[in-house]
């Protein structure tokens, strides 16, 4: 295994298959083995790196022997702050403060229960 790279990509050659990674830094990883259904596991160095979290698309393009692999679209990453305001709901009946009563409401319960 021999690693080659400087601040844009990293070629890591295997045998006859290179997988390329672009990252603004490299991280040389051990040899990872394809699965039956064709998997691999990207190692957590790496997510990390690229920002790689479950939901991330990737794109993978053969050029020759080379599989090269780049993060599609990051999963955004929301504050509460920002999500304000997106989910309107409609107003409801009005409420008056027994509604709220949470020993009147495990009365009713008891009684309705054989």
């Known amino acids: 295994m021999t690693g080659k790279g400087n601040a ?17 830094k490299f991280i040389v990883m051990p040899t990872v083995t394809v699965s039956d259904k064709g998997q691999v596991v990207i190692p957590a160095a790496i997510r990390k790196q690229l920002g790689i979290t479950p939901g991330s698309q990737l794109t993978f393009t053969l050029e020759g022997n080379t599989i090269r692999v780049e993060v599609k679209r990051h999963k955004p990453t929301t504050t509460i702050d920002e999500g304000f305001g997106m989910l309107v709901c409609p107003p ?15 009365r009713e319960d008891n009684h309705e229960r054989p």
């Open 8 to 24: 844009q990509s990293l070629r890591l050659d295997y045998h006859r298959a290179t997988i390329v990674l672009l990252s603004k």
């Open 92 to 106: 409801g009946p009005a409420r008056r403060l027994q509604d709220f009563d949470i020993a009147q409401a495990m």
